[in-house]
């Protein structure tokens, strides 16, 4: 079934019609580099192959770069994780591959911004197309 997403930035209001999930929240808060999460807060490097379980993470390579944009707030001892983007080898997708995976699983090796401002995560955070 087709939903009907509002996406906002500003200066810039769209409407699309997408086939998706929403997926079971991981956490409830996130922690960012500012209020809309849109800034870079450090670039990782993967330590070993990871195989996505859904479609709310991501696959990772050993050794593949890992832009961090926000670092999910651990609830009732469940894992940490953090979202980022990969982009493969040929870099033909310029947009990259956006999701979760286990913090356990990276080295950051260049902090851009501290993440300190904590903000609820929404119902598109764990949204899968």
């Known amino acids: ?21 929403f997926m079971d929240r991981l956490a409830s808060k996130k922690l960012c580099a500012d209020d ?34 926000s670092k999910l707030v651990q609830e009732n001892g469940a894992g940490e994780f953090w979202a980022g983007s990969v982009y493969g080898d040929d870099h033909e997708d310029e947009m990259g591959t956006l999701g979760y995976f286990p913090s356990s699983l990276v080295e950051e090796q260049h902090v851009y ?17």
């Open 1 to 21: 079934m087709a939903r009907l997403l509002l996406f906002s930035l500003p200066g810039l209001m769209a409407i699309c019609a997408v086939h998706g999930i």
């Open 36 to 69: 809309e999460c849109v800034y870079t807060i450090s670039l990782a490097r993967a330590r070993e192959d990871y195989n996505a379980p859904d479609c709310r993470f991501i696959n990772v390579k050993k050794g593949q770069q890992i832009y961090i944009y």
């Open 113 to 129: 911004q501290e993440a300190t401002k904590e903000v609820p995560t929404t119902d598109i955070d764990f949204f899968c197309e």
